[in-house]
C-alpha cells in the first residue's frame, strides 16, 4: 500500500537517534561472519576458548569484575564488544593493546569508579555510561579518537571544562548519565559541549528535578531528556534548566521520556518552547498528576511543527475535559501526534485551523469525534486508528468538512457498513482510506469515496464483491487479505486497479480470464488461499506462469493445493493436468478415433492373418482335450483295435493316404480303413458297424465328394447312432473342402445337422497353419489305450 506521507509521520527525532544509534549498531553486527554470544551465561571472567577470529563479542548481562590483557589480546580481530550489565570497578584500557581493530566497546550499567587511559585509535562508539564514576571519564587521548561517533559517560559532579581534551572532535552523539549528579543547594556548575548534534541527559527517575548547571552545546541538533520529575515548585527550575540549552538556533528536535508533570507546568513547559526554534517536539511516557484546570496560553507564531505524546497516564480523575483538550485543538501547528492515552474526544478548533497532520491512535474516540467540525479546512491526514468507532456512514459525515483530506486511518475499530439506507456522504478529496480490522462486510463498497486510488479492507467480514457496485475507477491499490473471498475480483468496476492484495482468502477457483480483465496489473499477491487442484484451475495457473514473477507476488512458495487431499500441500507449479482429461469435447472424439483404429485394425488382422480361423482351431483343440479327460475309463477298456476309424471319398483318398494316414500313423496309431481292413464275404453295412464298434474314434473326412457318396453317409450314420447308443464323443469331423448348405440333399438331414451341432476340424490351404491342425488332431487321441488285435494285445 502507498506510505502514508512518511515524511510526517517520522518524525526529526527518529533521524536524530535511530541513524545514529541502531545504525551504527547494525553497522558492527550485520556484518560480522564470526560473531559469538556469551551474555546471560553467569560468567564471572571472560572465556579462554574463544575462537581467535571472533569478530563480534557479547557477554553482557554477567558477573565480570576485572579485565586482562590476557583476557583479549588473542583476539586481534574483534571489532565489537559488548561487556554492559557486569561488575567491573576499574579498567585499564591497556588491555586493548591488542585489539586495533576494536571499534565498538559498551562498558555501561557497571561499576566503574575509575579508568586508567591509554593510547587507542580506532574506537567509534565507546559508552562507560550508567557507572560510578566521580567526575567524567574522560582520557586526554580520547582527543586521538577522530572517528568516534557515540560517548556515553557517568559523573557525579561537572566542571565546565571536563570536556575540553575532546572540544575538537565532530562527536554525532553524547549521552550523559546524571542520575547520581550531586550539588548543594544555591549552587551551579557549568559544562560546555563544543560540537555534538545529539546531546541525552538521563537523570534520576524517583528524584524532583532539582539540577542547576548551565550545560551550552554548540550545533546542537537534537536533545533529550530521561526521567524528568516536575510539580508547580519546582517547574522555574526545569525551565531555567532548558534555557541555556535551547538557545542556539540549530535545536530542531527536542524528546522528554519518562515525564510527571502537573498539567500547569507541561503548559508553562509548552508556552517556554513556543517562540524556540524547536520544530519537533516528542513527548513520551507522559504521567499527569494532581489537578487539571484550564491554564492561560498565548498561540504566538512559532517555529514548531509537530507535537507527538505517547502514552499519557492521567492521575487526575475529576478536571474540565474543556480545560485538557483545548490547549491542544487550539494549536498553530502542522501535525499533532497524542496516541495511547486515556482521551474521549477532542474539541473542534474554534477558528480554521493549520493542522495538516493528526493522529489519534489508541484512545477512546467515538463517531462523535469533530462531528460538524468545518474549521479543519488544511487537514490532509487524519489517524483515528485503533478507537471506539462503529458507524461507517458517520465517518463519512465527519469528513464532509475536510476539503483539504487525502488520507484517512481508521483501522483497528468496530466499523459497520449497511446500517443506514442513504448514500454515504465523503469529501471528495480523499485518495487514500484504511478500513482495515473492523467487522465490515460485502456493503462497504457502497459505502466509499468516489475518487478513491488506496484501500486498505484487510481482515474483515467480506465474502463478495458485489457486481452492482458503484465505479471505483480511480482505485489502483486494493487490500481484501484475511476476508472470504471465493473468487478475484473483475477489473470491470476498477479499471485502473494496479495492485491486489487477496492472500488468505477462501478462493478456490480464481478466474482464469482475470489478467485478461486487469490489464494494467503491475503486483497481485494471492498466496495461502485453499486452492482446489482441479480442471478449472489449469488455466489460471498457466496465466500466471505467464506473467513476470516481480507482478506475482510470492510465487511459487505460497501458492499451493489444498484439495484433493492426495495433492494438498503441492505447489501449483507442479500441478498439472492432461487436456485430455479436462477436455470431454477432446476425449469423446479420442475414445472415438482409437475404437476407430482399433475396429480397422482387427478387421485388418482377420482378414490378412485369418485370425477366426486360428481362434475357433484353439478352441477346437481345448474342448477336445478337455473332452478326452472325461472320456470314463470303463469305456476306454472295451475291446478296441484301432485309434481310428476313417470315412471318406475315393476323390478324396488321395489326401487320406498321402497327409492324413502318414501323419496318424507316424504318430504310432493303427488306422482302420475300409480297402484294407474290411473282411472279405461280409456284407459292407456289417464290415462298416464293425470297424466303428473296434475304433477309439471315428474320422469323417468331408468334402463336396462325401456329400455325394451314398457309402459315406451309411458310415456316419452308424457312427451317430454309436455315439448315441454308448454316450461318447467319438466322432471327428474334418472339412477337406467347403461345404455349401445348399448342396447337401435334404435326405441327408443327418449329415446337415452335425455339421450345425458339432465342431468340425479345417484343412488349411496354407502349410503355415497346418501345425496347429495336426496339433488338435494329437489332441483328440492324447489317452492312453489297450489295443488288441486277434492273437495279441496291444498298448498304445
Not at 480490522?437 to 475518487?451: A, G, M, Y
Not at 500441500?569 to 485430455?580: A, I, R, V
Not at 478337455?626 to 483295435?641: D, F, I, S, T
Request: proline letters at 4%; charged letters at 20%; a neutral charge.
Amino acid at each position: 500500500m502507498t506510505k502514508d506521507k512518511e515524511p510526517i509521520v517520522k518524525s526529526f527525532h527518529f533521524v536524530c537517534l535511530m541513524i545514529i544509534i541502531v545504525g551504527t549498531r547494525i553497522q558492527f553486527s550485520d556484518g560480522s561472519e564470526f560473531a559469538v554470544d556469551k551474555s546471560k551465561r553467569g560468567l564471572t571472567h571472560v572465556p579462554k576458548d574463544l575462537p581467535p577470529k571472533t569478530k563480534v563479542l557479547d557477554m553482557s548481562h554477567n558477573y565480570i569484575a576485572e579485565l586482562q590483557v590476557s583476557d583479549m589480546s588473542f583476539l586481534s580481530e574483534l571489532k565489537v564488544l559488548r561487556l554492559s550489565h557486569n561488575k567491573i570497578q576499574l579498567l585499564d584500557l591497556s588491555v586493548f593493546k591488542f585489539n586495533q581493530d576494536l571499534e565498538y566497546l559498551d562498558l555501561s550499567h557497571n561499576q566503574l569508579q575509575k579508568i586508567s587511559c591509554h593510547p587507542i585509535m580506532s574506537f567509534r562508539h565507546l559508552d562507560l555510561s550508567f557507572n560510578d564514576f566521580k567526575a567524567l571519564p574522560i582520557c586526554k587521548q580520547f582527543g586521538n579518537l577522530s572517528q568516534l561517533n557515540f560517548l556515553g559517560l557517568s559523573a557525579m559532579k561537572l566542571q565546565k571544562l571536563d570536556l575540553l581534551p575532546i572540544a575538537h572532535l565532530h562527536l554525532s552523539y553524547i549521552l550523559l548519565d546524571l542520575r547520581n549528579y550531586y550539588i548543594k543547594e544555591n549552587e551551579t556548575e557549568s559544562l560546555q559541549i563544543l560540537n555534538a548534534k545529539t546531546l541525552h541527559l538521563v537523570f534520576h527517575p524517583s528524584s524532583l528535578f532539582s539540577i542547576q548547571v548551565n550545560i551550552s552545546v554548540n550545533t546542537l541538533g537534537c536533545l533529550q531528556l530521561t526521567n524528568i520529575k516536575l510539580n508547580d515548585d519546582n517547574c522555574k527550575v526545569f525551565i531555567k534548566f532548558l534555557l541555556e540549552l535551547t538557545r542556539g538556533p540549530t535545536l530542531l528536535n527536542f524528546t522528554l521520556n519518562h515525564i510527571e508533570t502537573t498539567w500547569k507546568c507541561l503548559v508553562r513547559v509548552f508556552q517556554f518552547l513556543w517562540p524556540k526554534p524547536v520544530e519537533y517536539l516528542n513527548i513520551y511516557n507522559l504521567t499527569i498528576i494532581e489537578s487539571i484546570h484550564e491554564e492561560d496560553f498565548t498561540y504566538s507564531k512559532t517555529t514548531l511543527k509537530a507535537l507527538k505524546i505517547e502514552h499519557i497516564t492521567n492521575q487526575v480523575f475529576l478536571f474540565s475535559q474543556t480545560a485538557l483538550y483545548t490547549v491542544f485543538s487550539e494549536m498553530n501547528i502542522m501535525m499533532l501526534t497524542i496516541s495511547d492515552t486515556p482521551f474521549i474526544h477532542m474539541l473542534c478548533p474554534h477558528v480554521p485551523s493549520t493542522f495538516k497532520f493528526l493522529n489519534f491512535t489508541q484512545n477512546v474516540f467515538t463517531d462523535s469525534i469533530f462531528e460538524k467540525c468545518s474549521t479543519l479546512v488544511k487537514l490532509e491526514t487524519l489517524i483515528l486508528q485503533k478507537n471506539d468507532l462503529k458507524d461507517l456512514f458517520k465517518v463519512s459525515l465527519m469528513t464532509k468538512d475536510m476539503p483539504s483530506l487525502e488520507i484517512l486511518d481508521v483501522s483497528w475499530n468496530s466499523l459497520e457498513s449497511g446500517r443506514h439506507k442513504e448514500n454515504c456522504t465523503w469529501v471528495e478529496s480523499i485518495v487514500v482510506l484504511n478500513l482495515s480490522s473492523n467487522i465490515l462486510t460485502d456493503s462497504v463498497f457502497r459505502c466509499l469515496p468516489p475518487r478513491i486510488k488506496v484501500l486498505d479492507l484487510h481482515s474483515n467480514k467480506i465474502k463478495s464483491i458485489p457486481k452492482q457496485v458503484v465505479k471505483l475507477e480511480a482505485l489502483q491499490e486494493l487490500n481484501v487479505a484475511f476476508n472470504s473471498l471465493t473468487d478475484l475480483p473483475g477489473c470491470g468496476s476498477f479499471s485502473r486497479l494496479s495492485v491486489l492484495i487477496i492472500d488468505y482468502n477462501s478462493v478456490s477457483h480464481p478466474s482464469a480470464d482475470f489478467f485478461q480483465s486487469c490489464q494494467k496489473m503491475r503486483s497481485i499477491k494471492a498466496g495461502n488461499n485453499p486452492f482446489q487442484c482441479t480442471c478449472e484451475l489449469r488455466e489460471f495457473v498457466k496465466n500466471i506462469e505467464q506473467v513476470s514473477s516481480e507482478v506475482v507476488e510470492g510465487w511459487p512458495d505460497s501458492y499451493k493445493c489444498d484439495y484433493p487431499e492426495s495433492d494438498r500441500g503441492t505447489p501449483l507449479k507442479d500441478f498439472h493436468m492432461s487436456e485430455l482429461s479436462c477436455n470431454v469435447t477432446l476425449l469423446i472424439v479420442t475414445i472415438g478415433a482409437t475404437m476407430l483404429v482399433l475396429t480397422v485394425t482387427v478387421t485388418f488382422l482377420c482378414i490378412y492373418l485369418d485370425l477366426p480361423w486360428y481362434l475357433r482351431m484353439v478352441c477346437q483343440w481345448t474342448q477336445t482335450r478337455r473332452r478326452a479327460r472325461n472320456v470314463p475309463l470303463e469305456e476306454l477298456q472295451r475291446n478296441l483295435q484301432f485309434h481310428a476309424f476313417i470315412s471318406y471319398s475315393e476323390h478324396d483318398s488321395a489326401w487320406v493316404k498321402n497327409e492324413l494316414v502318414p501323419y496318424l500313423e507316424k504318430e504310432g496309431m493303427q488306422i482302420c480303413l475300409h480297402e484294407r481292413n474290411f473282411v472279405p464275404g461280409k456284407s459292407i453295412v456289417e464290415n462298416i458297424i464293425n470297424c466303428i464298434e473296434k475304433s477309439y474314434k471315428s474320422i469323417f473326412v468331408l468334402s463336396p465328394n462325401f456329400v455325394q457318396s451314398e457309402w459315406c453317409h451309411y458310415e456316419l450314420y452308424f457312427a451317430h447312432h454309436n455315439l448315441f447308443h454308448e454316450g461318447s464323443n467319438n466322432l471327428i469331423l474334418i472339412l477337406l473342402e467347403p461345404i455349401p448348405q445348399n448342396s447337401i440333399p435334404d435326405k441327408y438331414h443327418k449329415l446337415r445337422a452335425l455339421m450345425m451341432q458339432r465342431t468340425y476340424l479345417q484343412w488349411p490351404k496354407e502349410k503355415s497353419k497346418r501345425g496347429l491342425f495336426w496339433a488338435n488332431i494329437r489332441a483328440t487321441f492324447n489317452v492312453k489305450l489297450t489295443l488288441v488285435t486277434e492273437n495279441s494285445d496291444v498298448k498304445s
